[in-house]
């Protein structure tokens, strides 16, 4: 249930916020808990419970009233949604943290008997009095392996870039892969004290068909009889300063340089630990202290790392099976692990099969584990994304004050509140890209965009707290934000892979993650429903301006004015500053931008498409900001479309983000554009003009996560056209994507370096259609425009 209260801009109230300590966060409103112990390595799973604000918007008051005369008088509800959080720290400080998890929920220990957690790992039996006796919860025991497999099933299916390559000498280290439709079949190997490999064909089938003994307990044990070293990382730090080349036989050792005949490189280990045979001889003492430990810490990680490579690929290539996901305390993305082992791989299945890694591949017991019964994870009924604002990435840690300073690492999951899916109209989704451009991969483009978005996080600040005029707690919660979000622009400079690809994307729903964080439900919300108002009075004029247009004159107006209207973009400063010195509207709009021919100017095969081909049967068109853009530009092309008799979807966010339009609001600009033009109202009613929201929540458009409605709609209308209007939904994103059916992709390069970049300048156009026939992704494509990476229920109508 929701609850609903009455807000006034001048006197906002506020949800009380989380407590600010980065680990076990929420944890007083835990409802369920799950743990993963291991042998020098604990992992504390739990559900809670988070309440946000947002915006009630006038077509979702159940009292069917619009918006008093007073602008700034809205509503809000506090609702909660759902969080998994995974908290991950060594096993020998278990007690400490048990007893902080018990000084900390809301339930007392009494309260808790009869419950249960459920539990894994091979320190299950070790520790099930201890939790017995600090949280009063029976331990609930569950397989290991079945944990693991159903851990990673959920991370493959629900979190982005979380699988990758790794490449220790290559630029970048790390390469994430896309997200994939068809995460089965694969192979699970778990290198743990021993290894398991596990063959996986579905969320219920699978089965271990191999393993070996040879495997993190056989480097631990070895490494302790042969080095002084105190435990498993300080075992695995003194073999990235060894060199094996000292205690190894090489191929080169013995033929002088490679052995061409069989194609062996000179430098392959041909006997582990070859030059270290004859050490115990009475005449070889000296010799065998010449060995240090380093380089046989290295040759050891070695040789376990290439016999599990082979075995493993040997398995693969027995079950034709393409795709390899390592994970266990062996790895623990240590880079040197993850290098041997993908070495082994490629080698020995002559690059055939790869070596996969996955972000998060320490949590897979601990999620496997809590997801064993747990009703409020029900896979085809949400979707789960990763809340970039709680998490503390790849390799990295979060220190705690309240445990002490203990360094820990964590993982915070949201939920979503429907199913999420591929784009139907998409022509490869296996080979589907979001991201333009891949920072992790473009120095220059790295540089500058994290300057960028540090310089400019003042003006998102501003923004905020001016939307929250007079509370108490506006401009502290604004500085919160600040720090938080500035401290990850500089951790992202040193480490730009600890989320995945590091992309435009990526730090712009950084930015909207702590912003609801911090109970910044929607910053820019005056200032859209001021631009809408605006829009709207000028609607009627419009519509009979364009009344006397017919044909190609008609055709361009219509797409010059979605990119005028695209001007009206509060996230790009160039923009801001024309909007900030008044009087800037439409007309201003459209002599501001590009003139033609314009940066990429498909407009004349638009035309004549439209003026020669049959009308399409359904659109689909992907709305951006409030305001112009949306009621000038997008609604009177939206009607001609409609005129020609083609049903249009119109597509928006279900989360605010910026100046765009979230579908709460499409919903209420259409049920009054409706009252200005009998066309809109028929199709209204007709259902061939239907708002769909889209799942997203950020100013970009990611087409592996879109809305089962949406999807089904797509479907059941037959969309034939699709139409993708904005900077980031068009050129950060979807550039290059391919379609099954038409697309126009148009916005205007607000940003003056990325338009240089491109080849042009500042409001530079991008008019960019693709007929159906011509849908190939080539090489010319990428060189044309410059860039080197680059139904559950009928949709809504709107009322």
Not at 60 to 69: A, Q, V
Not at 350 to 368: D, K
Not at 556 to 579: C, Y
Request: with cysteine; hydrophobic share 40%; aromatic share 8%.
């Amino acid at each position: 249930m929701s609850q609903q209260e009455n807000v006034r801009a001048k006197d906002p109230k506020s949800i009380e916020i989380p407590c600010t300590q980065e680990a076990f966060r929420n944890l007083r409103n835990a409802k369920r808990f799950a743990i993963d112990i291991g042998i020098s390595l604990t992992k504390i799973a739990y559900y809670s419970t988070i309440s946000h604000r947002r915006v009630l918007y006038d077509s979702e008051r159940e009292d069917g009233k619009s918006r008093t005369s007073d602008k700034n008088s809205f509503m809000y509800e506090v609702s909660e949604g759902a969080r998994l959080h995974f908290i991950k720290f060594e096993t020998k400080y278990i007690e400490h943290c048990l007893d902080f998890v018990r000084a900390n929920l809301i339930q007392s220990k009494d309260k808790m008997v009869g419950k249960t957690i459920k539990a894994t790992g091979i320190g299950t039996f070790k520790y099930a009095d201890l939790l017995q006796d600090k949280l009063g919860l029976s331990v609930d025991k569950e397989d290991e392996i079945d944990c693991l497999i159903k851990g990673c099933n959920f991370l493959l299916k629900n979190i982005s870039n979380e699988a990758f390559t790794y490449h220790r000498h290559g630029d970048p280290e790390y390469v994430f892969q896309s997200a994939d439709p068809n995460i089965f079949p694969y192979m699970l190997v778990n290198i743990g004290s021993g290894v398991s490999i596990m063959k996986v064909e579905s969320e219920n089938c699978h089965e271990r068909i191999g393993g070996t003994a040879t495997g993190g307990g056989t480097f631990w044990g070895l490494g302790s009889l042969l080095t002084s070293a105190k435990g498993f990382d300080e075992l695995l730090d003194l073999a990235e300063k060894g060199d094996h080349r000292n205690v190894d036989v090489l191929v080169g050792d013995l033929s002088g340089s490679d052995y061409e005949k069989f194609g062996l490189s000179g430098d392959l280990i041909a006997s582990a630990f070859g030059k270290a045979m004859n050490c115990n001889n009475a005449s070889n003492e000296k010799c065998k202290s010449q060995f240090a430990e380093a380089d046989i810490a290295k040759s050891l990680l070695f040789t376990i790392s290439n016999d599990i490579g082979q075995i493993a690929c040997l398995y693969a290539m027995m079950h034709n099976l393409k795709k390899v996901y390592f994970g266990g305390h062996f790895l623990r993305n240590h880079p040197l692990s993850m290098h041997t082992v993908s070495f082994a791989i490629n080698y020995w299945s002559r690059g055939q099969v790869q070596s996969l890694f996955l972000r998060h591949e320490g949590y897979l017991g601990a999620i496997g584990a809590f997801l064993k019964g747990a009703e409020e994870c029900d896979t085809d009924k949400y979707s789960w994304q990763e809340n970039y604002d709680g998490s503390s990435g790849l390799q990295g840690t979060v220190v705690t004050p309240l445990l002490s300073g203990l360094p820990v690492s964590q993982l915070e999951i949201d939920r979503w509140e429907s199913a999420v899916g591929f784009c139907p109209l998409l022509a490869d989704p296996a080979d589907y890209t979001p991201d333009t451009v891949n920072l992790t991969q473009d120095n220059d483009a790295r540089h500058y965009w994290l300057d960028s978005f540090e310089t400019s996080v003042d003006k998102y600040v501003q923004r905020a707290v001016l939307s929250q005029p007079d509370s108490e707690t506006a401009e502290e919660r604004g500085q919160k934000f600040k720090d938080k979000f500035v401290a990850r622009i500089r951790y992202l400079r040193t480490h730009p892979f600890a989320y995945g690809s590091l992309t435009v994307r990526s730090l712009l729903d950084t930015i909207e993650h702590c912003l609801r964080e911090l109970d910044f439900p929607d910053p820019y919300l005056l200032q859209k429903q001021m631009e809408n108002e605006t829009a709207l009075n000028e609607l009627s004029t419009r519509f009979s301006d364009l009344d006397k247009l017919s044909g190609s004159e008609l055709h361009e107006v219509l797409v010059t004015s979605i990119l005028a209207g695209n001007m009206f973009d509060w996230g790009a400063a160039e923009s801001v500053k024309l909007i900030d010195k008044g009087s800037f509207g439409l007309k201003e709009a459209l002599g501001a931008i590009q003139p033609r021919p314009w940066l990429i100017d498909d407009l004349d095969l638009w035309i004549q498409h439209m003026n020669t081909r049959p009308a399409h049967n359904c659109a689909a068109i992907f709305v951006d900001n409030c305001g112009v853009d949306l009621i000038l530009g997008i609604i009177p092309f939206a009607r001609e479309m409609l005129k020609r008799g083609t049903r249009v979807l119109l597509c928006s966010n279900s989360e605010p983000a910026l100046n765009d339009v979230t579908h709460t609001e499409l919903l209420g600009v259409l049920s009054r554009a409706s009252s200005l033009c009998p066309v809109i109202a028929e199709a209204l009613t007709t259902q061939r003009l239907i708002a769909v929201p889209t799942a997203q929540s950020g100013p970009c458009l990611d087409l592996s996560r879109v809305s089962i409605q949406l999807i089904q709609a797509i479907i059941h209308h037959n969309v034939d056209l699709i139409v993708i209007e904005g900077m980031g939904r068009a050129l950060h994103t979807n550039l290059l994507a391919k379609f099954k059916c038409d697309c126009l992709k148009l916005a205007v390069i607000k940003n003056r370096w990325l338009a240089q970049r491109l080849g042009g300048d500042i409001f530079s156009v991008l008019c960019k259609f693709e007929p159906k026939p011509f849908n190939k992704c080539s090489l010319e494509d990428q060189s044309r425009y410059k860039i080197d990476s680059m139904p559950q229920q009928e949709a809504m109508e709107a009322r």
